[in-house]
């Protein structure tokens, strides 16, 4: 796990794709590898709030508003 913190403050959801992408390349994170951790039914969703923590467990930290932002962005049928 890479403890490198990316703090972003209640920004603009284009900005947050750009950080995380920064990020993730950078510290060659393996994002998709969280994800699936959240997923653990192995339906190909998450939550708004397993997004959170998978975002929390790599390294990368958001506001609750920040994460809801991403999570719009993604959501099909009430799940991210």
Same mark, same amino acid.
């Given at each position: 796990?890479?403890? *490198?913190? *990316?703090? *972003? @403050? ?5 900005? /947050? +794709? ?5 990020? =993730? &390349?950078?510290?060659? *994170?393996?994002? $998709?590898?969280? &994800?699936?951790? @959240?997923?653990? &039914?192995? @339906? $190909?969703? =998450? %939550?708004?709030? @397993? +997004? $959170? ?5 790599? $390294?990368?930290?958001?506001?609750? %508003?920040? =994460?809801?932002?991403?999570?719009? /962005?993604? %959501? +099909?049928?009430?799940?991210?």
């Amino acid at each position: 796990c890479v403890c *490198v913190c *990316v703090c *972003v @403050q209640d920004r603009p959801v284009d900005i /947050l +794709l750009k950080e995380i992408r920064t990020f =993730v &390349l950078r510290n060659r *994170v393996a994002l $998709g590898e969280y &994800l699936k951790e @959240q997923d653990r &039914l192995r @339906q $190909g969703f =998450v %939550t708004r709030a @397993q +997004l $959170g923590r998978a975002l929390s467990r790599c $390294g990368i930290r958001m506001s609750d %508003t920040e =994460v809801d932002s991403l999570a719009d /962005l993604f %959501t +099909l049928k009430g799940q991210v």
